[in-house]
């Protein structure tokens, strides 16, 4: 009896463990943000085309905002800079920018030639704000709600699929819980 | 049952669960990363330092620790660290900074609670299914005549 069970107890442990390890659509290195639900770390950082200009996401504060993270030295920025030009093209939520381990001039450069899908980009000169968000790559993007608290977080280039199926949805009932 | 295959089995199964976290840990003298700081001046908190760094992932390069990373994102937190440690922060509050940002997978060694009881036992359920293993061949052999042709 043992004999025959054991090995197909096993086999079924094994067909389980990878369904879930094989499975594609998976990123392994994507990682659960401790940060949902959670108060919205707070930033005063100085803007990365006016330097003079401050941009603090605590005059947010009742509006449903979203922050990408990016970088000029980061490639899949650039891809998903597309899908991020269409997004505030709709003008449902304002895209703040967090500029991080980057060059002024370098991000200048990118915003004048690709086109400026934010209302404001933070320039994180340190990575202080970055570790406070728990960013480890770049892009990522962030759903902030009306009470300041983080709702979600993508890690990965923005898609319009993505933009439409997580963040879509999501920022609907945010509206509708009242920020 | 092929008692000889079954006997490797239960050996190397022992051996992984010996080696299991114990043996992660041993793996990680590697070389240290020099940051543009220097060593700090209290050898005591240097010493912190260093087992701190140590137990901490580089998100980036996630079997890395941030003392051995040169990744950026490493040195932004090494900076963390040291800073917190000169301010007289508490290894407990490093920790807990860091894995309120990052998650519990920030930690090399997470701590034992209820959901990492599988991690921090899997050592010991290792050993004791190869010494049953082991045990149970080692009976079935005693069993066999001694002109052993058989397996």
Redesign the interface.
């Known amino acids: 009896m043992w ?1 025959f069970l054991l090995p197909f107890a096993a086999f079924i442990a094994l067909v389980v463990l990878f369904a879930f390890g094989l499975n594609p659509n998976r990123d392994i ?1 994507a ?5 949902i639900g959670k108060p919205a770390p707070l930033f005063t950082l100085t803007d990365v085309v006016d330097p003079t200009r401050i941009v603090s996401n605590a005059a947010l504060r009742g509006q449903v905002y979203v922050l990408n993270v990016w970088g000029t030295w980061c490639v899949a920025c650039r891809q998903e800079h597309e899908a991020l030009l269409a997004i505030a093209q709709q003008r449902l939520v304002p895209i703040i920018g967090l500029d991080y ?1 980057d060059e002024r001039d370098k991000a200048k450069q990118w915003l004048e030639q690709l086109g400026n899908p934010y209302m404001a980009v933070a320039f994180d000169t ?3 704000t ?5 960013v ?2 770049a892009p990522e993007t962030f759903l902030v709600d009306g009470q300041g608290r983080v709702l979600y977080k993508f890690i990965s280039p923005m898609t319009p699929e993505i933009w439409e199926h997580e963040f879509l949805p999501r920022i609907a009932a945010a509206r509708r819980g009242g920020a | ?1 092929n008692c000889r295959r079954a006997a490797a089995f239960g050996l190397a199964a022992l051996l992984a669960g010996a080696l299991g976290p114990g043996g992660a840990l041993l793996g990680a003298q590697t070389e240290r990363v020099l940051d543009a700081y220097g060593q700090l001046d209290d050898p005591v908190l240097q010493a912190r330092f260093e087992r701190i760094t140590l137990q901490l992932r580089c ?2 390069c ?1 079997n890395e620790s941030i003392a051995d990373s040169n990744v ?2 490493a040195a ?2 090494r900076r ?1 660290v040291r800073e917190m440690l000169i301010a007289g922060k508490s290894d407990d509050a490093i920790f807990t900074f860091m ?7 920030v930690r090399f060694s997470p701590p034992v609670e209820p959901k990492t009881l599988l991690i921090w036992g899997a050592p010991f359920i290792m050993v004791l299914l190869g010494g049953i293993i082991i045990y149970r061949v080692a009976r079935q052999r005693s069993r066999l005549p001694l002109d052993d042709e058989a397996s």
């Open positions: 004999k290195h990682l659960p943000s401790p940060l381990m340190d990575g202080r970055a570790i406070d968000w728990g480890y790559g | 049952m998100l980036v996630q950026e994102l932004d937190l963390q894995t309120d940002r990052y998650g519990e997978f």
